[in-house]
């Protein structure tokens, strides 16, 4: 059965460097998104994504951050000058259709020393 | 704003026996979609079920069933005849379905451990 995959499954980075979190969607989906969960706390919504262009957005996504399909198989996540509110667990998902049920990867946890 | 309250941290049952894990949501919304998900150690979320709101039958699927209450904006899973392949983390999660967004409001969790 397809799966969304993301790579690395852990990253530890310094306060203010930039990372990269790679996601690979199933290969069909057109809709995208980003979640993350603060240990011990809910899993929030980050930002939706879809023909190449933010559909939605929540308000911890500010200006540190930034989405992208760069080629027809990765969707990123980046976040410009990591801070250590940062460190999380960030999930990716996509779905065939807006209106499906979302299918998540493993995670990527972050950790911001 | 719409919230999802999962109010037990952790959870135990014995192999072969069932368990209830509880969501409560709070909405002004009549349509929507429930789900819960299960996320096994290390691993992908994954659906369990999902529940359309306007739909009055529980949704089942196989050892999973839910007891959706509208009313009292209550959505709680049972897992009958628990295997040890049923120790993980599980979501509950709300999408609306008629505000044009899509994205998931997760509760905090249920860490079910099934005893040998």
């Known amino acids: 059965e397809p799966e969304v995959t993301q790579t690395p499954s852990h990253q530890v980075t310094q306060m203010g460097q930039e990372v990269i979190l790679r996601c690979v969607p199933i290969s069909n989906h057109l809709y995208f998104y980003w979640y993350r969960q603060i240990l011990g706390q809910k899993v929030e919504f980050l930002v939706s994504?879809?023909?190449?262009?933010?559909?939605?957005k929540s308000e911890i996504f500010d200006d540190q951050f930034s989405v992208e399909r760069p080629d027809g198989s990765n969707f990123t996540l980046k976040i410009r000058s990591t801070k250590l509110e940062d460190s999380a667990m960030y999930f990716c998902?996509?779905?065939?259709?807006?209106?499906?049920?979302?299918?998540f990867g493993p995670g990527t946890r972050l950790t911001v020393l | 704003a719409q919230t999802v309250t999962q109010s037990q941290p952790e959870m135990s049952v014995q192999e072969a026996e069932t368990v209830t894990l509880s969501c409560t949501y709070d909405?002004?919304?009549?349509?929507?979609?429930l789900f819960w998900y299960k996320q096994p150690p290390s691993r992908q979320m994954i659906l369990v079920i999902r529940?359309?709101?306007?739909?009055?039958q529980n949704a089942t699927e196989n050892r999973f069933s839910v007891n959706f209450q509208k009313a009292a904006k209550s959505f709680s899973l049972k897992i009958s005849d628990s295997q040890l392949g049923d120790a993980a983390m599980y979501f509950c999660a709300y999408r609306s379905s008629t505000s044009g967004t899509y994205k998931y409001i997760f509760g905090t969790g249920t860490r079910l451990k099934v005893l040998a």
């Open positions: 909405t002004s919304e009549s349509d929507y979609y």
């Open positions: 994504f879809y023909n190449n262009e933010i559909s939605e």
């Open positions: 998902a996509s779905t065939a259709d807006i209106a499906d049920t979302q299918y």
């Open positions: 529940q359309e709101a306007y739909k009055q």
